[in-house]
């Protein structure tokens, strides 16, 4: 891997991912590709702007002749696509972009690579492809059972992986994430929601009961896995990447209030998600079968992400200002409180 092709870079878990390649390696070159929509923000980019081996295209993954002249121009040998419409509550509220970004833009991405020879495609996908868990912990080799357009979506892009690793001999790999958590994370997520709620005195929306179990893995351990699979993975596989523990909801909550010292009575109940998942968990041995193993735990994950939105409130509260921000947060919200309707 020489010259890699990050799609959707300047997102969370993208621009991390950028940040540590850059970080570690000094023979390679970053080509961000980022349409820039309301979660891209080139501000996470800030750290790594003056690097000479990064550089910065905005471009839509779905407009195949803009990639084509990226690739040809970077000589790119290795795409890892982080560009997708993520959030699920979005996606209940408008399914057709998720299916145009996270299934047409990967079916575009794919034939770049088959055009252009490339040594590895990595997909970064979601364990919510595998829809809920009650029991036991999802394998790679497990059936998909989408229960939101966004994880309906996802699946269809991972789907599409592997036939063109079957059709074609696409070297394709398709890494599986749980709940990522850190620096840089949108604030429509669940945590840097409640961290930056919490900072601001505002209640802190809790869907239905708080029982809901996730499995929340700090972003870096997350993009040291996709490198160890894009290094040592098989082409044509699946690796789910998690901490391999679960959180409740409820619990998550509670970590945030007492580590910024702030009361219980910010929690506010509403009324539950559209066809929430309640459980999702992961076996990560097959990943942890190349080498990688995630370095925090829960405790330490949670904490380090509220030191960063504490020390960076700049970042997010200029996010939190933005009218489509503000518009999406009451479209979402108001009126779901079970008791009374702060929001």
Same mark, same amino acid.
């Given at each position: ?56 295209? +905005? ?142 005195? +505002? ?10 179990? =996730?499995?929340?893995? @700090? ?19 699946? @690796? ?18 007492? !580590? ?12 539950? =998600? ?7 968990? !992961? ?12 370095? @925090? ?24 200002? +933005? ?21």
């Amino acid at each position: 891997m020489k010259n890699i092709l990050v799609t959707g870079g300047a997102g969370f878990i993208g621009s991390n991912f950028v940040h540590m390649m850059l970080d570690t390696y000094d023979d390679i070159e970053v080509i961000v590709y980022d349409k820039l929509t309301y979660a891209g923000n080139l501000d996470n980019l800030i750290p790594v702007a003056d690097n000479p081996h990064y550089t910065f295209y +905005k471009g839509d993954i779905c407009h195949a002749n803009n990639v084509d002249e990226v690739m040809k121009k970077h000589k790119i040998d290795t795409i890892v696509n982080f560009a997708a419409e993520t959030h699920v509550d979005r996606s209940l509220m408008e399914p057709g972009g998720f299916i145009q970004t996270d299934v047409y833009g990967t079916y575009v991405l794919l034939e770049a690579a088959k055009k252009h020879g490339v040594e590895r495609m990595n997909q970064v996908s979601t364990d919510e492809v595998y829809g809920q868990v009650l029991e036991g912990r999802s394998k790679e080799n497990d059936r998909l059972h989408t229960r939101s357009p966004y994880s309906a979506s996802k699946a269809g892009g991972d789907l599409m992986c592997q036939a063109y690793y079957t059709s074609f001999n696409v070297p394709v790999t398709i890494t599986r994430g749980s709940n990522n958590i850190g620096q840089y994370q949108y604030p429509e997520k669940v945590v840097p929601l409640f961290i930056s709620n919490a900072l601001e005195d +505002k209640p802190l929306p809790v869907y239905g009961d708080g029982l809901q179990m =996730r499995d929340y893995q @700090y972003v870096l351990d997350h993009c040291r896995g996709i490198d160890m699979v894009l290094r040592k993975g098989m082409h044509g596989e699946i @690796y789910n990447i998690g901490s391999g523990m679960e959180t409740t909801n409820i619990v998550m909550t509670k970590a945030i209030l007492h !580590l910024l010292n702030k009361p219980e009575s910010l929690i506010q109940y509403i009324t539950d =998600r559209p066809g929430h998942d309640r459980r999702y968990a !992961l076996d990560v041995s097959k990943a942890q079968a190349l080498g990688w193993k995630n370095e @925090y735990d829960f405790e330490r994950a949670i904490a380090a992400t509220v030191k960063w939105y504490v020390e960076n409130q700049d970042w997010w509260r200029k996010v939190k200002e +933005k009218k489509d921000y503000q518009e999406y947060y009451q479209r979402n919200y108001a009126g779901r409180d079970i008791k009374n309707d702060k929001i």
